[in-house]
């Protein structure tokens, strides 16, 4: 919970990078990617203060990635906020929060960072021209996709598992400061939800328990960040994660004589 005390040191931190924002624009006017930064890195550390215990919010991955992002690009290649929307991790939520804070930025300085802002904003919106004509199609059917279910102590269900022992609500380790594991956090408190190897290969294979990461990534239910990179589970990968050790406690019981012995 953030009590009112907290509520006014964020906001005190706002005004101190909006001045030192201020202060540097005398000498020379910011580029667009160094304000997406400030803004980014404020963000991210308003959205680290608010975590309770050892949980960060899930808000706190989206700006950390957006911020990544940002970081690894360079001033000449980001010259609109249509370009700053097609850096990875920056989709429609952060680019409205950049515009709207570009916005009173411009307002209050008189600088201009970005001329004709809001034909620069609709130019990132989706066209919708042919309504009409799509309307008078006949609609298919759409077919029910699927849900992913990995399989009982298949690579893919150890890895979430995982994931979800030890970075949700209910982390069996409340001392652990961020909820992200790295590879070798996540092998080591894998393996024993495991029936196969996370380093020892499939006999004529290269496939591990590890190389489900890949197609958990794939479907959007772990991110990845930082180098070397750290994991994390994203909301549905919380959700899948939560529903297969409930269902798993109930009916079947991890069975650790079936981990395989590496020694």
């Given at each position: 919970m953030?009590?009112?005390?907290?509520?006014?040191?964020?906001n005190?931190?706002?005004?101190?990078?909006?001045?030192?924002?201020n202060?540097?624009s005398d000498?020379k006017i910011?580029?667009?990617?160094s304000l997406?930064?400030i803004?980014?890195?404020?963000?991210?550390?308003?959205?680290?203060?608010?975590?309770i215990?050892?949980?960060?919010?899930?808000?706190?991955?989206?700006f950390?990635?957006?911020?990544e992002s940002v970081?690894?690009?360079k001033?000449?290649d980001?010259?609109?906020?249509?370009?700053?929307?097609?850096?990875?991790g920056i989709g429609?939520?952060i680019?409205?929060?950049?515009?709207?804070?570009?916005?009173?930025?411009?307002?209050?300085?008189?600088?201009i960072i970005i001329?004709?802002?809001?034909v620069n904003?609709?130019?990132?919106?989706?066209?919708?021209?042919?309504t009409?004509?799509?309307n008078?199609?006949?609609?298919r059917?759409v077919?029910?996709k699927?849900?992913?279910?990995?399989?009982?102590?298949?690579?893919?269900?150890?890895i979430?598992v995982?994931?979800?022992?030890y970075?949700?609500s209910?982390?069996k380790?409340?001392s652990?400061l961020?909820?992200?594991l790295?590879?070798a956090e996540?092998?080591?408190?894998?393996?024993?939800?495991c029936?196969s190897s996370?380093?020892v290969p499939?006999n004529?294979t290269?496939?591990?328990?590890?190389?489900?990461?890949?197609?958990?990534?794939?479907r959007?239910l772990v991110?990845?960040?930082?180098?070397?990179?750290?994991?994390?589970?994203?909301?549905e990968?919380v959700e899948?994660?939560k529903?297969?050790?409930e269902?798993t406690?109930?009916?079947n019981?991890?069975?650790t004589?079936?981990?395989?012995n590496?020694n």
């Amino acid at each position: 919970m953030i009590t009112s005390s907290e509520n006014n040191n964020n906001n005190n931190d706002i005004n101190d990078n909006d001045n030192q924002i201020n202060n540097t624009s005398d000498k020379k006017i910011p580029t667009l990617l160094s304000l997406a930064k400030i803004w980014l890195t404020e963000w991210t550390e308003l959205e680290k203060k608010r975590r309770i215990g050892a949980n960060l919010s899930r808000l706190y991955f989206t700006f950390a990635k957006a911020l990544e992002s940002v970081r690894n690009s360079k001033d000449e290649d980001i010259k609109t906020l249509k370009d700053l929307g097609k850096l990875k991790g920056i989709g429609n939520f952060i680019l409205g929060k950049i515009t709207k804070r570009l916005e009173e930025y411009q307002s209050k300085t008189g600088q201009i960072i970005i001329e004709n802002l809001e034909v620069n904003i609709s130019v990132n919106k989706p066209k919708n021209n042919n309504t009409n004509n799509n309307n008078n199609k006949p609609k298919r059917k759409v077919k029910k996709k699927k849900e992913y279910v990995p399989a009982f102590r298949s690579g893919s269900y150890a890895i979430l598992v995982a994931l979800y022992d030890y970075t949700s609500s209910s982390s069996k380790s409340d001392s652990m400061l961020e909820p992200f594991l790295t590879k070798a956090e996540i092998i080591r408190y894998g393996q024993p939800y495991c029936s196969s190897s996370f380093t020892v290969p499939v006999n004529g294979t290269h496939f591990t328990a590890w190389s489900s990461m890949k197609e958990l990534i794939r479907r959007e239910l772990v991110g990845k960040m930082g180098s070397p990179p750290k994991y994390f589970l994203t909301d549905e990968g919380v959700e899948l994660a939560k529903r297969l050790v409930e269902v798993t406690d109930k009916l079947n019981p991890l069975n650790t004589s079936e981990v395989i012995n590496e020694n």
